[in-house]
């Protein structure tokens, strides 16, 4: 550059000089920096893992709630088979599942966001990422985890369920078996896919097929195992009539 194009300061100086505009942290290109750290950070923190099944559900599950005493009792299980367990880190049933793989002694993972109505990681989380961005925490989920079980809950772990469904669905990822725990709870939604969507030609009976969902946690644990071992569980489905 010469003449009017030659800048009057260094490239040094203007890193090291702090005065100045601080617009420039809040624009798009200084977003993409921020997501691929957070990529970074969570392949990093997760690479050796080891297998790892991860538990959604509620956040206002209370503690005297059935499903947070369940949702502790499948955490404990998962680790007693091998398996880590992850959750979304923050409190209800998250909480119960990190409390039960921690107390057991297994690994306890906890991938938290950044929200407004929730105050950082439980207490039973051992190892801890929180992320800015839903879809680098979604992509962690999917990438460290063998299997989702899904306690009840609501839109969050809605979104949570049916992400990892269509991707199974569409072979984005393979043998990744989805358990629901509570009948009660998840047969009106499967009824609601069968007889409407279903019905109305939306998905095909094999995306059904992509669903269990019991009441029993050992049940639900030998799906996770079988998968484990690329063998069948040797049990079908729930199906409402």
Known sequence: MRRNQVEDS????????SRGSTDWV????WRVLRIQSEFVEGFGALAELGPAIA????ARTPVDNPSYGQAEELGAKLTKVGFAVITGGGPGAMEAANKGASEAGGVSVGLGIELPFE???????????????FFARKTMFVKYSQGFIVMPGGLGTLDELFEALTLVQTRKVTSFPVVLIGTSYWTGLLQWLRDTVLAEGKLSEADLDLITVTDDLDHAVE?????????????TPHRPE
Do not use: K
Request: hydrophobic share 40%; aromatic share 10%.
């Open 223 to 235: 799906v996770m195992v079988a998968a484990r071992e690329g063998r069948s569980p040797g049990v």
């Open 119 to 133: 105050a950082g990681l439980n207490q039973w989380v051992d190892m801890g990422i929180n992320f800015r961005y």
């Open 55 to 58: 538990v959604f559900g509620s």
């Open 26 to 29: 809040h624009t798009d290109p």
């Open 10 to 17: 260094t490239t040094d100086q203007r890193l090291l000089d």
